[in-house]
Structures are given as structure tokens and as C-alpha cells.
């Protein structure tokens, strides 16, 4: 996963906005969109960046084929392939249309110094939304092509994770960030860390009114990854969460292993 997706993170459910702002410190991520299209949100944009960013490091290419169908990508999202006004493909089509249509705003500020830099996701794609039989695969064809800004954010220094547990988190956005964050801060964390409420409310759920709604929400995202990664040490107080130090769920040899793949 893309570093600046990992520090902030996109909204849980559709924010009915055309900005959307999180913060870590002293980095901000701000999220434009058309009016017309809305932001990207929930589960479906955050596997579709995780394919890509790990497609991109794979091939260490800005264009991307999806596949040889449009089912077997789905599959490789852990989506399944069905139709009509709630089926995946209706949301994969609409997630994708907002992710790609979206601007971001990555800033850090202190008291001395400024910086930041703003991107898309990808310069143009051509997506055929048909259902295709596996004899007919190959034909599909569909591309994107990823932003000089982005492909270099993502290879320059991407976060090792396991889409296969994003896959069995996917129900829940809060978890896939959890777990990308958590991976992230194990792979540089050197003692036990205390990160306060208000602090978490900030990066991963802005949008909840009451501090007592996130804390019973997070809680309840750690208890599943930590399912997933149960070599994770964070510990839930009164005032927030300790981390402590422990092995990157992904580690360098695995890391090698999964990109080839």
C-alpha cells in the first residue's frame, strides 16, 4: 500500500461531500471530487488501491491490465461478480469511477517548515463492464494507467501487506486501515507507544460525533485483526492504545514471496 494512503485513510461510508480531510500529526490528507461523481468509500476502494499498489510494484509498470476478465479480477478482490443495483459489479463500477475522479492533497506542517504535494490516482483507464466466460479469457482488456505522482509514491516506498487479509476483512473499512497502519508502524517501531483517543478519532474515524461511538468501533476492528495478525501487540487503556514493538506481519523474504505471485 501507498505510504500517504496509510497514514490517513478514505471515508468509512459516503461522506455526501465533495471534501473529505483527515490528519496524523502533522500531516493532513485532504480529498476533492466532482460534485457529479462524489468520493470514493467503504471497503471497495481500499482493495482496489491495494491490487494496484501491489500490481504496480510487481510489474514495475504505470500501466495495468486487469486481468483476463472481468470476473477474475473481481475474484482477485474478493468480490463476487453479480449484477443489478447492489450487486459488486454496480459497486465496484461506482467506486472505481469516484476513486479515479478524485484529487489528493498530502501536507505536512510544522512550526519551521511546509510541504506537500498533490496527486490523482491514475492518468486515464478504459474498463469494459461485461461478465466474460473463462474460454473467452484474454480478450477482456481492460487498462489503467497510473499518475507519475502515485506509481512513484507507491515503488518508491510502499507498505508491505497481505491482500489476503484485507480479502477477510473486507466487511469492515476500519479493520483494512487498522491492519495497513499497524503493519506499517511494526515495520519502524522501537518501544511501547501510547496513541491517544482523540489522536485515532482523528486519523481513522473523524466523522463520528461522540468519542465513546470510535472507541467501541475501533475496538471492535482491533479484535478482528487482531485475528489476523496475532502477533500485533496493541493493548486498548482509558486514555487510547499501546503499541509495542513486534514482527512486520510481512516480513522481507515474504514480502518477495507475495510479489511474485
Given at each position: 500500500?501507498?505510504?500517504?494512503?496509510?497514514?490517513?485513510t478514505?471515508?468509512?461510508?459516503?461522506?455526501?461531500a465533495?471534501?473529505?480531510?483527515?490528519?496524523n500529526?502533522?500531516?493532513?490528507?485532504?480529498?476533492?471530487?466532482?460534485?457529479?461523481?462524489?468520493l470514493?468509500?467503504?471497503s471497495i476502494?481500499?482493495?482496489?488501491?491495494?491490487?494496484i499498489?501491489s500490481e504496480?510494484?510487481?510489474?514495475?509498470?504505470?500501466?495495468?491490465?486487469?486481468?483476463?476478465?472481468?470476473?477474475?479480477?473481481?475474484?482477485?478482490?474478493?468480490?463476487?461478480?453479480?449484477?443489478?443495483?447492489k450487486?459488486?459489479i454496480?459497486?465496484l463500477?461506482?467506486?472505481?469511477?469516484r476513486?479515479f475522479?478524485?484529487?489528493?492533497?498530502?501536507n505536512?506542517s510544522t512550526?519551521?517548515?511546509d510541504?506537500?504535494?498533490?496527486?490523482?490516482?491514475?492518468d486515464?483507464?478504459?474498463?469494459?463492464?461485461?461478465?466474460?466466460?473463462?474460454?473467452?479469457a484474454?480478450?477482456w482488456?481492460?487498462?489503467?494507467t497510473?499518475?507519475?505522482?502515485?506509481?512513484?509514491?507507491?515503488?518508491?516506498?510502499?507498505?508491505?501487506?497481505?491482500?489476503?487479509?484485507?480479502?477477510a476483512?473486507k466487511?469492515?473499512?476500519m479493520?483494512?486501515?487498522?491492519?495497513?497502519?499497524?503493519t506499517?508502524r511494526?515495520?519502524y517501531?522501537?518501544?511501547?507507544t501510547?496513541?491517544?483517543?482523540?489522536?485515532l478519532q482523528?486519523?481513522?474515524?473523524?466523522?463520528?460525533?461522540?468519542?465513546d461511538?470510535f472507541?467501541?468501533?475501533f475496538?471492535?476492528?482491533?479484535r478482528?485483526?487482531?485475528?489476523m495478525y496475532p502477533?500485533a501487540?496493541?493493548?486498548?487503556t482509558?486514555n487510547?492504545?499501546?503499541i509495542?514493538?513486534?514482527k512486520?506481519?510481512?516480513s522481507?523474504?515474504?514480502?518477495?514471496?507475495?510479489?511474485?505471485?
Amino acid at each position: 500500500m501507498a505510504r500517504s494512503m496509510t497514514l490517513c485513510t478514505l471515508p468509512h461510508s459516503d461522506p455526501k461531500a465533495q471534501e473529505f480531510i483527515r490528519r496524523n500529526g502533522d500531516y493532513t490528507m485532504t480529498m476533492l471530487a466532482p460534485k457529479a461523481i462524489g468520493l470514493p468509500y467503504g471497503s471497495i476502494p481500499r482493495l482496489l488501491l491495494a491490487w494496484i499498489s501491489s500490481e504496480a510494484t510487481r510489474t514495475g509498470n504505470r500501466v495495468l491490465v486487469l486481468g483476463g476478465s472481468l470476473s477474475k479480477f473481481m475474484r482477485e478482490l474478493g468480490l463476487t461478480p453479480t449484477g443489478g443495483e447492489k450487486g459488486d459489479i454496480t459497486r465496484l463500477r461506482d467506486q472505481m469511477r469516484r476513486l479515479f475522479a478524485c484529487s489528493i492533497q498530502c501536507n505536512y506542517s510544522t512550526s519551521h517548515h511546509d510541504s506537500g504535494m498533490t496527486f490523482h490516482f491514475v492518468d486515464d483507464y478504459s474498463i469494459w463492464w461485461h461478465p466474460q466466460a473463462e474460454e473467452h479469457a484474454g480478450t477482456w482488456r481492460s487498462t489503467l494507467t497510473l499518475s507519475e505522482k502515485f506509481f512513484n509514491e507507491i515503488t518508491q516506498s510502499p507498505v508491505p501487506i497481505d491482500i489476503r487479509v484485507l480479502k477477510a476483512l473486507k466487511r469492515s473499512p476500519m479493520a483494512l486501515d487498522l491492519y495497513i497502519w499497524l503493519t506499517f508502524r511494526n515495520s519502524y517501531l522501537k518501544k511501547t507507544t501510547l496513541i491517544t483517543w482523540q489522536q485515532l478519532q482523528m486519523q481513522f474515524g473523524a466523522e463520528y460525533a461522540r468519542t465513546d461511538n470510535f472507541k467501541m468501533k475501533f475496538n471492535d476492528a482491533k479484535r478482528k485483526v487482531s485475528i489476523m495478525y496475532p502477533d500485533a501487540k496493541i493493548k486498548s487503556t482509558l486514555n487510547g492504545i499501546l503499541i509495542s514493538p513486534c514482527k512486520p506481519h510481512i516480513s522481507k523474504s515474504g514480502r518477495k514471496k507475495l510479489l511474485k505471485t
